[in-house]
C-alpha cells in the first residue's frame, strides 16, 4: 500500500513558477513509476509528465514539455513536478500517481494509487 499527499498548490500570475511535491509512504517507493496527472473544470483527467523507478526516463505531454520538469529523491520518497512559464491553460487540480509496474507511462489505469490532488491556478 502507497499513500501519496501533494502540496505546493496555489494561486499563481502567467508566466510565474511552483513547484509539487508528492510525499509516499511506503519502503518500495523507490520501485514504483511516478506520474503526474491533472483535471481542469469540465474536462477529463490528463497526463502531465511520468518518471520511471530509476529516473532516468522521463515523458511529457507535448503541452508541457520544455515547462514542466518531473524528478524524484528516492531517498525522501517525493517526486516533483517544476513548472515554469505557466499559462492560464495549466489551471487544474495536479494528481500524484504510483505504478507498481515502475514505468511512469502516460497510461493512466497502469497507475495503482492516487493522492487528492492539489490546485493549481494561473491568473491571466
Known amino acids: 500500500q502507497v499513500q501519496l499527499v501533494e502540496s505546493g498548490g496555489g494561486l499563481v500570475q502567467a508566466g510565474d513558477s511552483l513547484r509539487l511535491s508528492c510525499a509516499a509512504s511506503?519502503?518500495?517507493?523507490?520501485?514504483?513509476?511516478m506520474g503526474w496527472f491533472r483535471q481542469a473544470p469540465g474536462k477529463e483527467r490528463e497526463f502531465v509528465a511520468g518518471i520511471n523507478w530509476t529516473g532516468d526516463k522521463t515523458y511529457y505531454a507535448d503541452s508541457v514539455k520544455g515547462r514542466f520538469t518531473i524528478s524524484r529523491d528516492n531517498a525522501k520518497n517525493t517526486v516533483y513536478l517544476q513548472m515554469n512559464s505557466l499559462k492560464p491553460e495549466d489551471t487544474a487540480v495536479y494528481y500524484c500517481a504510483a505504478d507498481r509496474h515502475g514505468l511512469g507511462s502516460n497510461y493512466g489505469p497502469l497507475y495503482d494509487y492516487w493522492g487528492q490532488g492539489t490546485q493549481v491556478t494561473v491568473s491571466s
Open positions: 511506503g519502503r518500495t517507493f523507490s520501485s514504483y513509476g
